[in-house]
Structure formats: structure tokens, C-alpha cells
């Protein structure tokens, strides 16, 4: 089945720094969306950015986009241990409810 | 906000068993899918349904089935339960697509273990 690749798979940081999680698909980008999943729960949508967009900001979050490349970058800034989750990008199939949702980054923050 | 409920969160049953795994969502999308979660796999589309009683298979329908008898409410139903689907199930809903790409929700999950 279609995935979009992330990476890394992990990342380890301390409280304070940056952490910098791509993602990349065989397909053409439409808009992507970014989530988030805490250990053992359901994901969260964090933020979109739509495919005439090449950069987006939401808080401590920095979203940006290249269709050309298929691909995008999500930044958190000034990270907390509360950050610690796996973070997921996901796109829409053009012309179907269907999404793909990417590998996955889990991020683990120490404080 | 947005509430996707499932159900159970954990739930055990024994191998050749029928399981339900129920959702409820509470904002009229129109919308909603089940996942299954898996180390190393991602999220894998299993089923959705656009609209009450309509559905269509997604990556891996095979063993399972649904039911959309009402807007609000998705099943996902294991016929007869097998070791390999012991997994992580997520059920999501959305409005439509088309509506400026509308994020899916999320319910909490149901970590199924089959025996």
C-alpha cells in the first residue's frame, strides 16, 4: 500500500531544542496535514498547509512544503518533555476520501 | 469540540470469535474510516464510509466488515477473529474531503488482542 516515508523514525533531544521531522511521498503532494499520537491514544491534528503554501507557522510549530520535491518538514521549536509523541504527516488521494498517512517520526524529549 | 468515542480501549477475545469494535462521533461528518496501527506499518486503511450505509474497502478489508446503519455510529467487524489481527484500531471521521480538506479526528483507539 502507498506510505510516505518520514524521517528519522526517531529522534532523541533535550528540553530547550529543536527538532526537525521530514517527509516525503511517491506521489504528488495535495495539501498535507501533520498529526501527533501520544503513547497508547488516538491521533491529533496539529496543523495544514495547503499546496500554494511553502511555509506555515502555528505557536512553536513551523510547517513547510515543497511539491515540488514531495515533501515537507515540520519543526517544533523550543521543545518540552510534554512533546514527547510520534508524529505522523498524512495527504488526500485526489478524488477519493482516502488518505496516506506517513511512517511515522516518534520524538522523545528529555528534560 | 469534536468527540470520536470507541467503545473499549483494550479488548481480548479468543481466536474464530465474531468481535464488534463500535464508534460514535458527535459532529455530523459525513465521513468515517477504521484504521489498524501496527509497529513498523503505519496506519492502514481498513474500510470507510461517506455517507449512512454506504462504505468501501480500503488497503486490507479482508476478514473484516462494516456496518453504517446511522450517521453518527461505525462498526468495524472482525467474522472470525485470527491471531494476525491483533492490533492497534483507530476509527476517524471527517467531513468530506472536498471541504477544504478537513483534518480527520480520532477516537482513542481499541488495542484488540486475539488468543
Known amino acids: 500500500s502507498q506510505q510516505g516515508e518520514e524521517d528519522p523514525q526517531a529522534l532523541s533531544i533535550q528540553e530547550g531544542e529543536n527538532a526537525t521531522m521530514n517527509c516525503s511521498y511517491k506521489?504528488?503532494?495535495?495539501?498535507l496535514q501533520w498529526y501527533r499520537q501520544n503513547s497508547g491514544r488516538g491521533l491529533v491534528h496539529l496543523i495544514l498547509?495547503?499546496?500554494?503554501?511553502r511555509e506555515k507557522h502555528s505557536g512553536r510549530l513551523r510547517v513547510t512544503l515543497d511539491t515540488s520535491k514531495k515533501s515537507s518538514s515540520l519543526l517544533i521549536t523550543a521543545s518540552r518533555a510534554a512533546d514527547t509523541a510520534s508524529y505522523f504527516c498524512?495527504?488526500?488521494?485526489?478524488?477519493?476520501?482516502?488518505?496516506?498517512f506517513g511512517t511515522g517520526t516518534r520524538l522523545k524529549v528529555l528534560a | 469540540d469534536v468527540k470520536v468515542t470507541q467503545s473499549s480501549r483494550y479488548l481480548v477475545k479468543r481466536t474464530g470469535e465474531k468481535v464488534f469494535l463500535e464508534c460514535v462521533q458527535d459532529?455530523?461528518?459525513?465521513?468515517m474510516f477504521w484504521y489498524r496501527q501496527d509497529p513498523g506499518l503505519g496506519l492502514r486503511l481498513i474500510y470507510f464510509?461517506?455517507?449512512?450505509?454506504?462504505?468501501e474497502k480500503g488497503d486490507i478489508p479482508e476478514g473484516y466488515s462494516v456496518s453504517r446503519e446511522k450517521k453518527e455510529r461505525f462498526s468495524l467487524i472482525l467474522e472470525s477473529a485470527s491471531t494476525n489481527q491483533t492490533s492497534m484500531y483507530l476509527c476517524?471521521?471527517?467531513?468530506?474531503?472536498?471541504?477544504?480538506?478537513?483534518?480527520?479526528?480520532f477516537g482513542d483507539g481499541t488495542r484488540l488482542s486475539i488468543l
Open positions: 476517524a471521521s471527517s467531513y468530506p474531503a472536498g471541504q477544504s480538506n478537513q483534518p480527520q479526528h
Open positions: 506521489t504528488s503532494i495535495n495539501n
Open positions: 459532529m455530523d461528518h459525513e465521513n
Open positions: 498547509i495547503r499546496s500554494n503554501e
Open positions: 498524512a495527504t488526500p488521494i485526489p478524488g477519493t476520501y482516502k488518505y496516506i
Open positions: 464510509s461517506y455517507d449512512v450505509k454506504m462504505k
